[in-house]
């Protein structure tokens, strides 16, 4: 029964928990499996970063960005600064002479560990923090002389004086990753990839970070499963084996019912998206009455994102838009039909959708997404479409670059909600020992039948027989291996199937031979 405890997991977050997580094992192995058949590698960048590649990479305007990032300081300055910041920044207001008094001191100490941090270049020599340590320095010597005058005076001069602290800037500014396709490019230069014979394939899972309002399958950490192609090349052949790799990869999990969406969104060029965004403007400014508020101020932020709108009302007005597809740019129309043509040559088939602009700044030409059934709004269970020009606006060579995100959460839930959930995780072998003997042969047994790859449970204290039986049926073994002194010095076993209660007498090899012939004849064992 579950119990509730002072402490919970986040909001947002949730623990993974055995049978569960062995559907995750099975997806984890089969995306290894199948992207190491289309010749990618894995990479494994850090969950955080600074978040000026974020804030560049995703773009400053997009939600992920000025809303849903996790962001902390990293402190690099001394520990001794770090501990006099948190403990002015964290102080109560001083309620008595001797409590301001102490605060005074305290912040004296910071002032002078602080200039002493600025000299030797463990604090930056920033005009903020110049100027952050006077403003400490002038309110920490108010202090001692109205000490004696009561919260109603010292209150106000100590919170100017915590303000002027948080103003102290200790160190960079990281983010929990929200995505990792900033952190694959950063990766690719860092590491000189483009020195690789090109492109460089790589492929990512693991924990992502989005501080969004939690619902079935949207969660604030998520697992997402990704690859990138990063080289010279934009041909389209690369964006249609990517899709391709996806496709394959659902199919092999075994998520079917599956749409794929997919959009050119051209490139950034006079004659290509942003004359598309004038003429989009221009008629939204024609029914902007009729819109919602986020569509209205859309119009003025960012006019494509208008076309995302799920509400019902705008759906009509959204149909009347003119669209991308017969705006783009004699090279972006080119691109965008070989990709289809190259699509329809490998099988993927596909839907056109005009509305999909996805929701991060990187992205030009293609753009894709796939929805699953049964997930309610939040259905993308994957995302993704080129970003040529990323790793340059990142510092690095120009660079062509295509990928997509799978959200590993929903394709689970998918896969649940479709009957393809994890079969409770029984025991091969439930080891029952009566003994002091017969249990160091049960831990030697536990041990042989382990190496020979059976799961194997052997209980730590000793169980009478009738109560150990009960349990390796609640737990699901296939057998249970009778042991005690008597099978001990007789060298003959007894293993009893506990699905019918049949028993049968084996000498040890025996019985290994006999779980090995079971398990290579195909049954679960
Ligand atoms: P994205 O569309 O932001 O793209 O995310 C990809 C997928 O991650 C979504 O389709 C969804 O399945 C899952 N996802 C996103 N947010 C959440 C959440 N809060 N809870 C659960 N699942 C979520 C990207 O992240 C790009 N980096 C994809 C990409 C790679 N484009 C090019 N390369």
């Keep these: 029964m579950a119990t509730k405890s002072k402490f919970q997991a986040i909001r947002g977050t949730r623990d993974l928990l055995p049978p569960e997580t062995a559907l995750w094992n099975h997806v984890e192995q089969t995306a290894h499996s199948v992207f190491g058949t289309f010749a990618f590698g894995e990479i494994r960048p850090p969950v955080f970063e600074p978040t000026e590649l974020f804030a560049r990479a995703v773009g400053g305007d997009t939600d992920i960005v000025s809303k849903e990032m996790y962001t902390f300081k990293d402190y690099d300055s001394s520990q001794e600064l770090q501990g006099l910041w948190i403990l002015i920044f964290s102080a109560k207001d001083p309620k008595t002479q001797d409590e301001t008094l102490d ?14 941090a600025l000299e ?19 309110y920490a010597s108010k202090l001692p002389g109205i000490a004696n005058q009561g919260q109603r005076e010292t209150g106000p001069v100590a919170a100017a004086l915590r303000d002027a602290v948080t103003e102290l800037d200790l160190g960079d500014e990281l983010s929990l990753r929200p995505e990792a396709t900033a952190s694959v490019c950063r990766a690719y230069i860092e590491h000189g990839m483009q020195q690789l014979p090109q492109p460089v394939k790589v492929y990512y899972m693991g924990p992502m970070f989005r501080r969004e309002r939690p619902q079935k399958g949207r969660y604030r950490q998520f697992y997402q499963i990704g690859a990138e192609v990063l080289g010279g090349s934009d041909a389209p052949a690369i964006d249609a084996e990517v899709i391709e790799m996806v496709m394959t990869f659902f199919d092999r999990v075994g998520l079917s019912d599956v749409e794929l969406d997919i959009n050119s969104i051209g490139h950034n060029a006079p004659d290509c998206r942003p004359a598309y965004v004038q003429k989009l403007k221009a008629a ?55 990709v289809k043509r190259q699509l329809e040559l490998r099988g993927v088939f596909f839907k056109e959708n005009w509305r999909l602009v996805r929701g ?84 030697r047994a536990a041990k042989d039948l382990r190496n020979a790859g059976f799961s194997v449970e052997l209980p730590p204290t000793e169980l009478k027989f009738g109560k150990a039986l009960e349990r390796a049926d609640k737990l699901g073994s296939r057998y249970a291996l009778i042991l005690g002194d008597n099978e001990v010095s007789e060298g003959s076993w007894t293993l009893k199937t506990l699905a019918d209660g049949t028993q049968q007498k084996f000498t040890e090899p025996e019985l290994l031979e006999f779980l090995k012939s079971v398990k290579a004849s195909g049954e679960r064992l």
């Design 120 to 138: 030797s270049g463990q604090l930056s020599k920033t005009p903020e923090n110049l100027r952050a340590l006077d403003q400490i320095e002038l």
């Design 284 to 338: 939204l400014e024609q029914v902007k009455d009729k819109l919602g508020a986020d569509s209205q101020r859309r119009i003025e932020t960012n006019p494509l994102r208008v076309l995302d709108s799920k509400l019902e009302r705008e759906q009509a007005i959204i149909a009347t838009l003119p669209r991308i597809a017969d705006h783009l740019c004699t090279e972006c129309a080119a691109h965008y039909a070989a």
């Design 360 to 443: 991060l700044d990187y992205y030009m030409r293609t753009t894709f997404e796939i929805t699953a059934k049964g997930l309610g709004s939040q259905n993308a269970v994957c995302g993704g479409g080129r970003y040529d020009g990323l790793v340059e606006l990142l510092g690095g060579p120009p660079t062509k670059g295509i990928g997509f995100a799978i959200g590993e959460d929903r394709l689970i839930l998918s896969l649940q909600e479709n009957g393809k959930g994890a079969a409770p995780q029984g025991r091969d072998v439930y080891i029952a020992w009566m003994g002091e003997r017969a249990y160091a042969t049960a831990v």
């Design 103 to 116: 605060l005074a001191k305290l912040a004296g100490k910071l002032i002078a560990v602080g200039r002493s």
